[in-house]
């Protein structure tokens, strides 16, 4: 049931800013997590094995009970099926962890063109998307798409794959996360079966790979799909990435790699202006079912202006609102909503100064020397640690960064954020520190 998807992306997406909860945590437990059902006053989920099961239920339960709690409004108790139990359900395509959700003709529709609100700051992309998606392979091949977190790519990506399978029902199209390709190399490494791993991403038409930029720095990763890529661009295969940044600002990317990712077309999304943000917010209300007068609506896209999931997370939780009270949306439920995404997320400055306050005491460096224009080998060192951790943690533009650290243009950032990530590749102890720092600074 679609609505019981959405309702989930909403619980997701506030378990992923629980500050409690790690990274690593979230994306190998939490996320692989597939809602089935509400059955009374429990959720059904699917996992792939009883192992999954066991772990989410001992470490997880409580806070995935909260998330549910405090965006859903619904106080449920957890029901995991597992798939190596005998009772468990056969897996469909669009439950397939692969990624592949292009397998049959159930593909998630609502991922579409015709859903993508277009404005001026994701035309673009839209446009190339599509042409994509009509002639693949004849044209725009890779198709590199490039913007922040939230901005829409990922459902590009799903409505190029929607829109091929529906012009070629043949067409054996895969979706994937760059860290779900890294999981399963490791693991065919791990298990001697590389050749399983080449033949399932190098025989198909379209390959999608969604947050490319987390190949960075993983050799082995790096190497293996070089040559995957070449395998599908001399077969004349389309290839579409996604990143949150273009590739000449993907730091530790191999020559090689960047050189084939640049050989395409680079397409940019930019946060959306007022009016799209309103066309929007109107669109998921819509698709939610939820009532919104226009002054709600506008009220909402003014409060937030640079991401499009935090749009839809307003929704969801009005969805939710209206669900429990019968009462329409109005100005001081959006407020409620809005101030709760708020308290989640705190202002860029105020992580920014959490981050220098953290690399000071950390690298005894003080925060007005970081702030310098001091280039001794310990405060330049500190600077770039900070830069580091602020695009890490927030995901702004290397510009954006440059501009907390004394107006310092992009390319200085970007050859910052090398330089740490280099070091962290070199030096066990030097990685610790530094996501150690990010830990902390998540935490407060």
Known sequence: METIKEAWSGV??????????????????????????IEGD??????????QRQVILGQYEGK????IWEVLGLQLDLKIIAGDDA????????????????????SNYEYSFE???????????????????????????????YGGSGLGKTHLLYAIGNEIKKNTPGANILYTTCEFMTNELIEAIKNKTPEDFRNKYRQVDVLMVDD??????????????????????????????????????????????RSRFEMGLLADIQPPDLETRIAIIKRKAQIFGVDIDNDVAAYIAGQLKSNVRQLEGVIK????????????ANINTAKMAIRDLQSENPPTEVIVDRVISEVSRTMNVTPEDILSQKRTAAVSRARQVSSYVVRTITGLSTENVGKFFGARDHSTIVYAIKKVEEMMQRDPSFRGMVNDIIKNVSDM
């Open 42 to 51: 429990t959720m059904v989920f699917y996992v792939e094995s009883g192992f």
């Open 115 to 145: 859903n993508f609100i277009v404005g001026p700051s994701n035309k673009y992309a839209h446009a190339a998307s599509q042409a994509v998606a009509k002639h693949p392979a004849s044209r725009y091949n890779p198709l590199f798409i």
């Open 12 to 37: 997701l997406d506030y378990l992923r800013a629980m500050p409690d909860l790690s990274e690593v945590g979230f994306n190998t437990w939490i996320s692989p997590l597939e809602p089935r059902s």
């Open 317 to 328: 939780k009005l969805w939710a609102q209206c669900e429990l009270t019968g009462e329409r």
């Open 87 to 106: 009772s468990a359900q056969p897996q469909t395509a669009e439950q397939d962890t692969s990624g592949n959700l292009f397998s049959n003709d159930s």
């Open 64 to 67: 995935i009970k909260k998330a």
């Open 212 to 257: 490319i930029q987390f190949i960075s720095g993983k050799e082995s990763t790096m190497d293996e799909f070089f040559y995957t890529f070449n395998a599908l661009h001399q077969a004349n295969k389309q290839v579409v990435l996604t990143s949150d940044r273009p590739p000449k600002e993907i730091a530790t990317l191999s020559d090689r790699l």
